[in-house]
């Protein structure tokens, strides 16, 4: 598992420390709470606020009316040998915001994939690249012919650069089907 979506895992579980399976808080609240009074900035709580919800989605823990329990696979989990790994997929498409002009959209998503050492689903450019070309019949075959295309015409080949550019070119109604390849992509390559 990426390290840093590992250490953010370890860190929510970490307010479970003492519970059983079926038992829980307030995790937003309580989490917020000790991130602010830590001085962890907001940007770092939103993304801990998404993978609590990923963890939901994933069964390791259960959510209803604010409030999140342990679930036992949560639980096997936390109380894990150190050889266990925790399987994942990332789905995006059930942490990002849509919204019409994808501002927002990839704001989300570059919080989840953009940056190597903070990002927790980190994506490659190669792994963006694929993605996108699956949405773009225009792109070239490969990756670092792209490149050379972009650097050729003056244009940034920074990654979220082109990366919200080929995103605001991705039809509204396919937007979703994009994140959930490019979820599939992130899979096969951790």
């Not at 962890?40 to 709580?45: H, N, R, T, W």
């Not at 639980?75 to 919204?99: C, G, I, Q, R, T």
Request: proline share 3%; glycine share 4%; with cysteine.
């Amino acid at each position: 598992m990426n390290k840093n979506l590992s250490k953010r895992v370890d860190y929510i579980f970490s307010f479970f420390k003492g519970c059983q399976t079926g038992e829980g808080l307030f995790l937003y609240r309580t989490m917020s709470g000790v991130a602010r009074k830590n001085g962890i900035p907001q940007d770092e709580i939103n993304i801990l606020e998404r993978i609590a919800w990923y963890m939901c989605i994933n069964d390791f823990l259960s959510y209803s009316d604010h409030f999140f329990k342990l679930t036992a696979k949560g639980y096997v989990y936390m109380n894990k040998d150190a050889d266990d790994e925790f399987e994942f997929e990332p789905h995006l498409s059930k942490l990002v915001v849509f919204d019409d002009g994808a501002e927002r959209m990839f704001s989300d998503l570059w919080s989840l994939v953009g940056k190597e050492n903070d990002a927790p689903y980190y994506a490659s450019g190669d792994t963006l690249f694929a993605a996108f070309q699956l949405y773009n019949s225009t792109l070239p075959d490969t990756f670092d012919v792209f490149i050379e295309h972009r650097r050729a015409h003056n244009l940034s080949t920074s990654r979220a650069q082109w990366a919200y550019e080929l995103l605001h070119a991705i039809p509204h109604e396919e937007r979703e089907r994009f994140l959930i390849n490019l979820s599939e992509l992130i899979t096969c390559t951790i």
